[in-house]
């Protein structure tokens, strides 16, 4: 049964010190993308890539947020330094590229607390 | 703002009794999805219907779509406990990008 996993699946942290989550989209899956889940802005696509590359990352603060793929099993989102404000559910979803685009399959999300 | 938005923003049912959802969105689509989320879960996709199809089914689920309202419904039939989630509708307006909307809290009450 393959899925997207993520790690850590929560992380409690400081004002100011580094995230990094890590995402393994599903075997074959050529896109990736990277949401943030809060009460208040509901689900916001901040990054997707396909085929490794970046295809669009302007949801994404750039002054702290960086989203990267090491490889085609491997999709980090790392922020330095990070901010209470940051504080949310962060999703990875991996699926194929297809125009109109097609399923999204999620991870189950890395549950993030900045103090 | 939000290409989907989701209507009620919460339902709350008895169990067995059909839970209709609606989605309306802004500007011209190819597909529409439906995508459901448990509580402390990822979004899981349920049904996904074309600009030209009008109607889809799938189990329990039911989903219409209205090009010239920009609209969409998912009516699940006899709820169940287990159908207790957030329902989201998700747009491919934007390029090669979903839109979610900001969802639809269902309860199922036994």
């Known amino acids: 049964d393959a899925r997207v996993t993520q790690t850590p699946r929560h992380k409690v942290t400081e004002m100011g010190q580094e995230v990094t989550m890590r995402c393994q989209p599903i075997l074959g899956h050529n896109t990736v993308f990277w949401y943030r889940q809060t009460m208040m802005q509901g689900l916001e696509l901040l990054a997707y890539?396909?085929?490794?590359?970046?295809?669009?990352d302007s949801g994404m603060p750039k002054d702290r947020f960086s989203a990267e793929m090491p490889d085609a099993t491997l999709a980090t989102l790392k922020i330095q330094p990070s901010e209470p404000r940051d504080s949310a559910v962060y999703f990875c979803?991996?699926?194929?590229?297809?125009?109109?685009?097609?399923?999204?399959?999620f991870g189950p999300g890395t549950r993030l607390t900045v103090l | 703002s939000q290409q989907g938005e989701e209507d009620p923003q919460a339902l709350s049912i008895q169990e067995g009794e059909n839970a209709t959802m609606n989605c309306s969105y802004k500007?011209?689509?190819?597909?529409l999805q439906w995508y459901r989320q448990n509580s402390g879960r990822g979004l899981v996709h349920l049904i996904l219907?074309?600009?030209?199809?009008r109607e889809k089914h799938s189990g329990r689920l039911r989903v219409t779509l209205d090009t010239s309202k920009k609209s969409s419904s998912l009516l699940i039939t006899a709820s169940r406990a287990a159908d207790t989630a957030s329902y989201f509708c998700a747009t491919d307006a934007r390029a090669q990008k979903l839109v979610f909307g900001q969802g639809t809290r269902l309860t199922i009450n036994p």
């Open positions: 500007t011209s689509i190819n597909n």
């Open positions: 890539f396909r085929n490794r590359a970046p295809l669009d």
């Open positions: 219907i074309r600009s030209n199809e």
């Open positions: 979803a991996s699926g194929l590229f297809r125009v109109p685009p097609d399923t999204q399959y």
